[in-house]
């Protein structure tokens, strides 16, 4: 089993912890490189999130070897082994802790920002890492939560070795951990992607994840679970789609999530507008337009006419679940994902309610925009001009009901503070608007 990227990673890992699901637990992500899994566990946990700042401490002439680790709350986990082995003094141990200790206090500023961390005392914690090699840092968090009074932690890490999970046994009341390799060389071995964590990263995923959690209360007027919220394999053609289907109690309108190139069902952009959707009463379908192996071949990636008839497979599929019957459809396109949405919203048989493109190249979808009639809202970020003007020329050629919204000081990408919330209350707003005066659902049976 070898990891996409860390999304993947926490992707899967969340599938083993979903019976912690609204529960008193509280996930927590060991910066840097833990916090992007933590942040989908959390996600699928409907869990706050925060860090466990751990810093590992290295042999100052080989600094991947770590012979200890100092966590928050002064505490500090020595592997006399490695200590023994490499011969280090005491002054070797204080001067190396002594820098680390103060690199961890920068990183607390930096990631809490001024606020106090969250009550551990009688909850469940979980601690997630992206991997475990020697465990040095592992079990210093595991002490510093159970100083802080969890009451159960449980360990969560996608891939570690088998000697370091053995040894952390006593340290956690459960340890869930997808993969461990007899031959445990690095971490990275086990991540296509495996790129460093910024601290911008972090703190953008711990914002989100306080956004989320803020405005979680309002997911629902009742305290009903979701009707469904699984992941599926759709059939079109040849090919096998894996995605995630989530339909709240009584859903308004279902949105298909068209991916750009590079991306995927498990793009944290798209999920975090999802999760936007679904608190307002939408239901979701993020899938893969291409098959593990279909995505290898770059060119794929903009084969419209091949990413539209996937789009319009899915749609019919959803369409045949009884319960999607009568619910208006929508399609939010990301990038090349735009222009496919939009191709596919060109046939009448599939009666798209309403379009979102973020960040979108609507103008491959060329001879196509014209048979457009769903109603669509075009959204590009303010630094992005060349896309801003495709967009431009994509609007003039389009005979629908269409809206232009330009979200100042955004990039492509959406990642300024604020820029992808900004995305998602336009995608609700237009979605809700057009959802309501859609007449093309069937009537309900």
């Not at 961390?117 to 601690?127: A, K, M, Y």
């Not at 159960?152 to 009341?173: H, K, M, N, Q, Y």
């Not at 709240?248 to 975090?272: D, K, L």
Request: aromatic share 6%; proline share 5%; hydrophobic share 45%.
């Amino acid at each position: 089993m070898v990891f996409r990227d860390r999304v993947d990673a926490g992707s899967r890992l969340a599938t083993r912890l979903i019976a912690l699901r609204d529960t008193d637990v509280v996930v927590l992500g060991l910066p840097r490189g833990g916090v992007p899994v933590a942040f989908e566990v959390a996600r699928a946990l409907r869990a706050p999130l925060d860090v466990l700042v751990i810093r590992k401490l290295g042999v100052p002439y080989q600094p991947e070897l770590a012979f200890g680790a100092v966590g928050e709350d002064d505490t500090r986990v020595l592997n006399t082994l490695v200590v023994r082995r490499t011969g280090l003094s005491e002054d070797d141990i204080d001067a190396v802790q002594q820098h680390e200790r103060a690199e961890l206090a920068r990183r607390v500023d930096t990631y809490r920002q001024g606020r106090d961390g969250p009550s551990l005392r009688g909850r469940t914690v979980v601690l997630v890492d992206d991997g475990i090699a020697t465990g040095a840092t592992a079990r210093a968090a595991c002490r510093v939560a159970r100083a802080r009074g969890a009451a159960r932690i449980v360990l969560a890490t996608p891939v570690a070795a088998r000697g370091a999970l053995a040894s952390l046994r006593p340290e956690a009341d459960e340890i869930v951990c997808l993969k461990t390799p007899l031959l445990f060389d690095a971490v990275g071995q086990w991540y296509r992607h495996f790129g460093q964590t910024s601290d911008d990263e972090v703190v953008d995923l711990l914002a989100r994840a306080a956004l989320a959690a803020r405005e979680r209360p309002r997911v629902a007027t009742s305290g009903d679970p979701p009707l469904v919220d699984d992941d599926v394999t759709i059939t079109v053609g040849e090919a096998e789609l894996n995605g995630h289907l989530m339909v709240p109690e009584a859903a308004t309108g279902m949105v298909v999530f068209a991916h750009g190139s590079g991306s995927s069902r498990h793009s944290p952009r798209n999920r975090f507008v999802a999760t936007s959707l679904q608190r307002a009463g939408l239901g979701t379908l993020l899938f893969d337009l291409l098959t593990p192996a279909e995505e290898f071949e770059r060119a794929n990636v903009f084969a419209i006419g091949l990413l539209a008839n996937r789009l319009a497979g899915v749609t019919r599929w959803l369409a045949g679940m009884h319960y999607a019957d009568g619910l208006p459809i929508g399609y939010f396109g990301a990038s090349t994902g735009a222009a496919a949405a939009l191709r596919a919203a060109a046939d009448p048989e599939l009666k798209i309610a309403a379009v979102v493109s973020r960040g979108g190249r609507p103008d491959l979808a060329d001879l196509f925009l014209t048979a457009v009639r769903a109603p669509t809202l075009l959204i590009v970020g303010g630094n992005d001009p060349a896309v801003i003007e495709l967009n431009r020329f994509a609007q003039r050629a389009m005979a629908c009901e269409t809206r232009l919204e330009i979200v100042p000081g955004a990039t492509h990408l959406f990642a300024e503070p604020g820029a992808l919330a900004a995305v998602a209350e336009l995608a609700r707003d237009w979605f809700r608007t057009h959802f309501r005066g859609s007449t093309t659902g069937r009537a309900r049976r």
